[in-house]
């Protein structure tokens, strides 16, 4: 069964950091593309960063200030979150696919054959 378990997230102040963590079961393997998604409260889930196997993307809003990350030894994706905004407060999800991705692709969410149960991320101002 494949499972990706998400960890690392917490409260923090305006202009803190936080790295989130998520394992991966058997999966990662065969995920050609894996991707950070979240959801703030009353908003549809977005796009934050992906990871194939040669480039890495990241939302507008996020970029100079998360970098995303594989350790393949491992089966651990991460996202680590610098300089954190209070809109940035959202839960957060790990997700894979088997498909390659793309700059126009990695952020469309029903290509993603699983995702994690999510871990909560509050920034205060």
């Known amino acids: 069964q494949v499972q990706l378990v998400e960890s690392g997230g917490g409260s923090v102040q305006t202009g803190g950091s936080l790295r989130l963590s998520c394992a991966v079961s058997?999966?990662?393997?065969?995920?050609?593309?894996m991707g950070w998604f979240r959801q703030a409260p009353g908003k549809e889930r977005e796009g934050v960063a992906g990871?194939?196997?040669?480039?890495?993307y990241y939302a507008t809003s996020v970029n100079g200030r998360f970098t995303i990350s594989k350790d393949n030894a491992k089966n651990i994706l991460y996202l680590q979150m610098d300089m954190l905004k209070p809109e940035d407060t959202a839960m957060y999800y790990c997700?894979?696919?088997?498909?390659?991705?793309?700059?126009?692709?990695?952020?469309?969410?029903?290509?993603?054959?699983?995702w994690g149960q999510g871990t909560q991320v509050t920034v205060s101002s």
């Open positions: 990871i194939s196997s040669y480039r890495t």
């Open positions: 058997a999966y990662t393997a065969s995920a050609s593309c």
């Open positions: 997700a894979a696919r088997t498909d390659s991705c793309y700059s126009d692709t990695w952020y469309a969410q029903n290509a993603y054959n699983r």
